[in-house]
Every structure is written in structure tokens, then in C-alpha cells.
């Protein structure tokens, strides 16, 4: 069986019910929701903080992490475009994130929100952040320890150490085009990659990239990555190899970041993600676009 390469990357809900009274710890639910729109392609889902059921319900002694409200650029025009590293160090830093900290992400209905606060921890140079396997659903049918209201953490001091390669835009993926050094990986649905659902515009995707939805890479049952084994026969199967560098996207940036977490815990090296992604491409006429 294949082992995570990076295991202080993955914990499980065993493992942190041993450590909730650890004083460095601080754990995080990331969970934002999306309610998808049918009939306005310039705006192809509604965003929801997931705020409302963190207070109703989470992680004894977690605090909550708003993605859309807190950690993104708030003069974009696309959801969740990355702040400036500065300015994202300085946040995570409000929120309780700094040296000798270890974080603990997880969310809710799938663990791509909790991948995208991971990826932008590493982006800003913070490699001390973990995800919970299985995230709220599995701790909740596990009957482990819950609580209601709100918590925050003291704020901790963070300097940012950027890595600009860990997200990329536009130009490096119109660059990457035909190159088979580059492999361009839609982590949206099958329907998206073909070009059946217009949801983010017009119909189809970077042309020449492959499809390895996120949502085909964890269980349906408890939300726990698949075996490492089946996600590495998933990656071979459309010719992601090791030797490639990998550009993830989706729609915008969030599912995308699951993909390269595994790729990552696999032991692919040059992984980065494309910000903003398919909200921008599909929205933007002078960009090429290919469907089935």
C-alpha cells in the first residue's frame, strides 16, 4: 500500500480526540458552501460562510475560519482570489496562526475547503498545518467531543515567507498549453470537463487538460481520502506523471487544491494551482476553450 508521504500532512479523528487540550494546537473549520446558479453564467454559484453551523455545532475548541469573508481579496472579481502575501500572513496571524502553532483543518460536506486554507498556509510559508481525514462528518458520527457558540483564538505573530510558485494565473497556463512537460488537471465534474454544463460560461475547459474531479478522490460514506494506492491509479490513468509539472484548476481554485494535496502526499514535486481558474478562463473570450 502506498504511504502519505508527508503524514504530519494527515490526521486522523483518533489522533486529534487524543490532543484537543494541547496548547499549540488550533484547529479550524473552513467550511464555506456554494449554492449553484442555473440561469447566470456570470455568476455560477452563490457563496455561504459556513459560520452558522460551525456555532450550532463543531470540533470542541475549534475556531472558524471564513474563507470568502476573511482570507480572500475583497476587490476581485471572482470568488476567493488570493490576497497578497503580507496580507494573507496577516490574517492568518489575527486568527491565531503563527511559529510554534499546528494547525488542524477540516470542513464540511467535503475536505476541499479544508485543503484550500492548507494550500494557502503553504503558499505564505507555514508548513505546520495538518487536515483532519474525514473531516466534520466522520468526527460527528464518531460521537467525539462537540460544542456550540464561538471561539478565537490569542493573536500570534506571523511573518509571511512566500512561495509564488504555489499558485499561478492565466498567462502560465495559456503558456503551458501543448507543452508535454505541463500537465493541466481540471479537478471539476465530468460534466464541466466536456463541456455539457455551461455553469462557469462558455462550455468546456483549458484546452488539452485532463479530468480528475476532487470529488472522486474521497468517500461518499465518511468523506476520508480514498487508499493512496486507487488515487495514484486515478492520476496514471489520464497521464499525470511524476516528471510533469502539474497545474490545477477548477472553478475557482478550491477543488483544485484536493487534487494537489494528494499529488503532494503522493510525491509529485512540482505542483502549483490556478487562482481564480475557470471563473476567469471561461469568462475571459480572448482564452481558448475546448469541449467534447
Known amino acids: 500500500m502506498t504511504e502519505w508521504k508527508y503524514p504530519e500532512a494527515v490526521v486522523e479523528t483518533d489522533w486529534l480526540a487524543n490532543h484537543l487540550e494541547d496548547e499549540d494546537i488550533r484547529i479550524f473549520d473552513c467550511t464555506t458552501y456554494l449554492h449553484y446558479m442555473d440561469d447566470d453564467p456570470s455568476q455560477p454559484y452563490i457563496v455561504e460562510s459556513g459560520r452558522a453551523d460551525y456555532e450550532g455545532g463543531h470540533i470542541a475548541g475549534a475556531a472558524f475560519l471564513d474563507l470568502q469573508g476573511e482570507l480572500s481579496k475583497p476587490d476581485s472579481p471572482y470568488c476567493f ?110 460534466d464541466i470537463h466536456s463541456g455539457k454544463n455551461p455553469r462557469y460560461g462558455r462550455r468546456g475547459r483549458v484546452p488539452g487538460s485532463v479530468n480528475v474531479p476532487a470529488v472522486s478522490l474521497f468517500s461518499t460514506v465518511d468523506k476520508t481520502f480514498l487508499p493512496l494506492n486507487d488515487v495514484q491509479a486515478t492520476f496514471d490513468l489520464v497521464g499525470a506523471h511524476q516528471g510533469q509539472r502539474i497545474i490545477n484548476y477548477c472553478g475557482g481554485g478550491i477543488a483544485a487544491t484536493l487534487d494537489a494535496f494528494l499529488l503532494y502526499q503522493l510525491g509529485y514535486e512540482n505542483l502549483t494551482v490556478y487562482d481564480d481558474s475557470m471563473s476567469q478562463w471561461a469568462t475571459d473570450e480572448s482564452l481558448p476553450i475546448e469541449t467534447d
Open 81 to 190: 482570489t488570493m490576497p497578497t502575501y503580507d496580507d494573507l500572513a496577516g490574517r492568518f496571524g489575527k486568527k491565531g496562526v503563527g511559529d510554534g502553532i499546528r494547525v488542524i483543518l477540516y470542513s464540511r460536506v467535503g475536505m476541499q475547503w479544508a485543503t484550500r486554507i492548507w494550500w494557502m498556509l503553504r503558499s505564505v510559508g507555514f508548513d505546520n498545518a495538518a487536515i483532519l481525514n474525514g473531516g466534520w462528518e466522520k468526527w460527528d458520527s464518531e460521537g467525539r467531543p462537540i460544542e456550540t457558540g464561538r471561539r478565537d483564538y490569542p493573536e500570534a505573530s506571523f511573518v509571511a515567507a512566500p512561495r509564488p510558485e504555489i499558485f499561478v494565473g492565466k498567462k502560465e497556463v495559456f503558456a503551458a498549453i501543448g507543452d508535454a512537460g505541463v500537465c493541466n488537471l481540471n479537478a471539476l465534474t465530468a
